[in-house]
């Protein structure tokens, strides 16, 4: 066999163990988190709408957030300063309920 031939075979090899190793055998946990981030926006969910955050919503810069459907947020639910939440609608929040601006609870559920 030549030089050539055994570099190349090695290299293949090399190539395909590396693969397997690091590709099937270490297993790389990641995860990421969304933010719902309404950035000072009126925000309307209407009457049987469903918003669903797999992660934290931040209402902040005088953001206005009415709810007349179904919000769940898997994290924390965070309403700040000259924010608005209110509307007649069901929040289902399985973080923080951090509430530094205005609620106005009409007939809404948070849990």
Known sequence: MQIGMR???YFLF???FLFLFLGVL???NS???S???NNGANVFANVGS???VDGSLENTISGALQNDGTITVTSNFKNDTNCTVHGNGLYL???DWINDGIFTGDVSTVS
């Open 14 to 16: 090399l190539f395909l």
């Open 93 to 95: 929040v399985e973080g």
């Open 26 to 28: 270490v297993p790389v």
């Open 31 to 33: 995860s990421a988190q």
């Open 50 to 52: 469903i918003v669903y």
């Open 35 to 37: 933010l719902f981030y």
């Open 7 to 9: 570099i190349s075979y």
